[in-house]
C-alpha cells in the first residue's frame, strides 16, 4: 500500500487528480494523459472500460446490491474453471492473505499464482490463486481447487471453507472480466508486445507484456518519477512487474525515449 501511496502522491503533486480512465490512459485535472502501465497491478489488464464494466453498471442499475443471494456469484466457479481448462472448487476471499493461506492449507507445495500468458501447465497445479483482471475487485481473490484435492482434504476431516460475500455487481463484472480474459488470451500474442522493445527493453526485462526492471531497486523510485515526467505510469513496487499497454501508439513513449533515465 505504501508504494501505491507514494505513486498516487507523486501523480497528485504533478498533474492533479485523475479524472476520467479510458484503454490505458488516465486523464488528469491538469489535461494531461498518462499512459498506464501500472494497470491496477494486472487488475486493468484489459483496459479501464469494456463490456466487464457495461455489465457491472446494468447489475448495479437493478438495485441487486444487498447481501442477499444472487444468480451471479454462482457464475464465478465456471467462468474460472473455463479460464483454467478444468474442473475445480472455487472460493471467493476478501483478501490476499487470506487466499494465500486458503491455497496453502490444501497444497503447500503445489499452489501458484495465476499469470496470464504464462507457460506455466496450471493443470499441474493444486491450487491456483487468482486475481480478477476486473480493477473494481482489488480485494477479491479467487481460489481454485483441484476437485480431487479438495475431496481428500475433506475426508481428512477439514473443514468447507466459507465464500467470502460480494455484491451482485461485483460477482457479475468480475464473471464477464474472466471471459474476456479468455478471448484476449487467444488474441493477444507476442507480436502485439515486441513492438515497444526498441525503448521498453532499455529498462525492462519482457515476458510476454509483463516487464521487469533491470534497474537497481535502490534507484527505482526516482525511475517512477521519471517515467511519470514522460507522462508514463508504471508500477510502483519493484516486485510487481508493469505491464505493456495493448494497441498503444508507440508515440507515449517518445518522451521516455528522447529523455533517457541515468542511474
Not at 476520467?20 to 485535472?29: E, H, V
Not at 472460493?91 to 496453502?104: E, N, R
Not at 499469470?115 to 477479491?140: G, T
Amino acid at each position: 500500500m505504501a508504494a501505491v501511496d507514494f505513486l498516487a502522491a507523486e501523480m497528485t503533486q504533478r498533474y492533479g487528480t485523475v479524472q476520467r480512465a479510458r484503454g490505458y490512459f488516465l486523464y488528469t485535472r491538469k489535461g494531461v494523459r498518462l499512459t498506464d502501465l501500472y494497470q491496477e497491478g494486472g487488475r486493468a489488464i484489459l483496459g479501464w472500460r469494456g463490456t466487464s464494466f457495461t455489465v457491472f453498471k446494468n447489475v448495479m442499475n437493478r438495485g441487486v446490491t444487498g447481501s442477499f443471494d444472487t444468480d451471479y456469484t454462482p457464475r464465478i466457479a465456471k467462468a474460472v474453471c473455463a479460464l483454467l481448462g478444468d474442473a475445480r472448487n472455487v472460493f471467493i476471499c476478501d483478501s490476499d492473505s487470506s487466499a494465500h493461506a486458503l491455497a496453502l492449507a490444501f497444497s503447500p507445495e503445489r499452489t501458484s499464482l495465476w499469470q496470464a500468458w504464462s507457460s506455466r501447465d496450471w493443470h499441474a497445479a493444486d491450487c491456483v490463486v487468482i486475481a480478477p483482471p476486473f480493477p473494481w475487485a482489488s480485494s477479491v481473490y479467487l481460489v481454485a481447487v483441484q476437485n480431487n484435492v479438495y475431496e481428500t482434504a475433506l475426508a481428512s476431516g477439514c473443514a468447507a471453507p466459507q465464500n467470502a460475500r460480494i455484491a451482485a455487481p461485483l460477482a457479475a463484472g468480475i464473471v464477464r472480466s474472466l471471459y474476456n480474459m479468455i478471448a484476449a488470451l487467444q488474441e493477444r500474442t507476442e507480436k502485439d508486445w515486441f513492438l515497444y522493445d526498441t525503448v521498453l527493453t532499455n529498462y525492462w526485462m519482457r515476458t510476454g507484456p509483463y516487464l521487469h526492471p533491470k534497474i537497481a531497486e535502490s534507484a527505482y523510485a526516482d525511475f517512477v518519477r521519471h517515467c511519470l515526467d514522460c507522462a508514463l505510469v508504471i508500477s510502483p513496487d519493484y516486485t510487481v512487474p508493469s505491464i505493456v499497454p495493448f494497441g498503444v501508439d508507440k508515440g507515449v513513449f517518445t518522451k521516455l525515449k528522447n529523455a533517457p533515465f541515468k542511474v
